[in-house]
């Protein structure tokens, strides 16, 4: 098993379920579904899954490749945003479980999928949204955002450097026309930012702050550990993927803070990173950085 499928390469996916200890007949909660690569890992090995996401394309992929578990009680799939893990959980039987993981992010098809709008790399509409019932996309954003909030958006959920010129650039061009597409919006980026680190395109973290604010992704986290937590089992454990540094701060402080709060203690004392044969076979994946909390 190499947690590639159509949908999605899974990361970090031995290590996931050998943290999470994975036992026949256990309870577990995946509350990125995505491709399910990980929730196929743990179903393998016996374990019985509630499968979350808040993508509709998400669910429909699992309902449509895991027809079997689902028809033998192996995976259930629920449509919902895992801040709200402990309604989810309650109202599916999964409210005392041995293990939970959070695979933060995007998967490969939202990535890929050009009339979703998260990625530079295919042209689209600038959607962003992983839920579309979801009211803002990263459109309306940059439409109505006055150039103090665009900055103030940059700056914190894109950590950039050149984030006043980007603002600047960006009111001035959308007084030209509307930003409608992701590659309007590379292009905008690109002439205001030039060099940068190889490799890395320079619209990256502009993308990346616009989908965070899109999708409220780090309240969500915020939000989602504690609850996580206090639906493990005794020795139950939380596994949380993050793939960048505003996300990793938020698992780390957050499991320190329940450590303080004698929940549990942290199992990785450092963040538990892909080996140079993962990274060398998926990209993604040499930015992931694993942390495991475990319940008391
Ligand atoms: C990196 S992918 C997960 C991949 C999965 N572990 C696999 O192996 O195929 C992240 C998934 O989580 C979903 N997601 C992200 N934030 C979410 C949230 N707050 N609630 C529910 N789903 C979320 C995204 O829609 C996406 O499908």
Redesign the pocket.
């Known amino acids: 098993m190499n947690?590639k499928n159509s949908?999605?390469t899974?990361v970090l996916l031995q290590e996931v379920v050998t943290f999470l200890g994975v036992r026949e007949g256990g309870r577990y909660s995946?509350?990125?579904?995505?491709?399910?690569?990980?929730a196929a890992e743990i179903f393998r090995r016996g374990g019985i899954v509630l499968g979350?996401?808040?993508?509709q394309d998400?669910l429909r992929y699992g309902k449509e490749n895991f027809k079997s578990q689902i028809s033998v009680g192996k995976l259930r799939l629920v449509k919902?945003?895992?801040?709200e893990i402990d309604k989810l959980a309650g109202a599916n039987g999964f409210a005392n479980v041995d293990g939970i993981l959070l695979?933060?992010?995007?998967?490969s098809f939202?990535l890929d999928t050009p009339g979703r709008g998260f990625s530079f790399q295919s042209p689209g509409p600038l959607d962003m949204r992983?839920d579309r019932e979801l009211g803002v996309t990263a459109k309306d954003l940059l439409t109505v955002l006055s150039k103090g909030e665009l900055y103030e958006l940059f700056t914190t959920f894109g950590e950039e450097r050149l984030a006043r010129p980007i603002a600047d650039s960006i009111v001035k061009s959308r007084r030209v026309k509307q930003i409608e597409t992701t590659e309007e919006l590379g292009q905008i980026v690109s002439r205001v930012v030039s060099g940068g680190h190889p490799g890395i395109h320079p619209a990256t973290r502009v993308f990346q702050a616009l989908r965070i604010a899109v999708?409220d992704?780090l309240e969500?986290l915020r939000i989602a550990l504690p609850k996580a937590v206090q639906l493990l089992k005794e020795n139950g454990r939380l596994c949380v993927i993050s793939f960048h540094s505003l996300e990793d701060r938020i698992v780390k402080t957050g499991f320190l803070e329940m450590e303080k709060q004698v929940l549990g203690q942290v199992v990785t004392k450092k963040p538990v990173v892909a080996d140079e044969d993962e990274t060398n076979r998926n990209r993604r994946a040499r930015s992931a950085k694993l942390r495991v909390f475990e319940r008391k």
């Open positions: 947690g949908y999605h899974s995946d509350g990125t579904f995505g491709g399910g690569g990980h979350i996401d808040m993508d998400a919902g945003n895992f801040r695979d933060l992010g995007v998967s939202q992983m999708n992704e969500n």
